[in-house]
Structures are given as structure tokens and as C-alpha cells.
């Protein structure tokens, strides 16, 4: 991912890199960003009371932006960018 500036994610990868020992720090290590709609911030932090205790406990306040689908327009989808399915 040498190079990736932001990338745009589902559920299933942070649910992924959450189960890995230092998955969560291997991608703040990477991207400067991490962008997810509120229904994937929903669904990773479901254990929690509060999705801001999620990403605090995590350590990805700083990195994830929760946008909701449709608010991203082609232009701002720059070609440095890059989406990850599961």
C-alpha cells in the first residue's frame, strides 16, 4: 500500500485488522486517512456503549472520517485514493 494516502473501507477489513495483534497500529501506520460510512463505524463498534469509545480505544480517532455514502463526489474521489472491499 506504498503510497495510499486514503482509502475508503467496509466493515470486514477493520473487522480484520481488529483481530490481528497490531493490525490497527499497521494502518495508522500507512494512511493518513481511513474513510467509512456511519453503518461500518456502527457495525465495528457494536461492542462498545459509544462509537467514540471504540475508535478512542483503538486509536483510530485520528484517522477514520465517517462520511455517509453520496457525500464523496468523483471529483473529491482523487486517483491517490483507493477503496478496499470485503
Do not use: C, N
Amino acid at each position: 500500500m506504498e503510497g495510499w494516502d486514503v482509502l475508503v473501507s467496509g466493515t470486514g477489513p477493520l473487522i480484520s485488522l481488529e483481530s490481528l495483534p497490531t493490525g490497527f497500529q499497521w494502518i495508522r501506520s500507512v494512511l493518513d486517512r481511513l474513510i467509512i460510512p456511519p453503518t461500518v463505524l456502527d457495525e465495528a463498534a457494536h461492542p462498545y456503549e459509544e462509537r467514540q469509545a471504540f475508535l478512542e480505544e483503538a486509536g483510530l480517532r485520528r484517522l477514520i472520517d465517517v462520511r455517509r455514502p453520496g457525500t464523496l463526489s468523483e471529483k473529491t474521489l482523487v486517483s491517490e485514493w483507493h477503496v478496499l472491499e470485503y
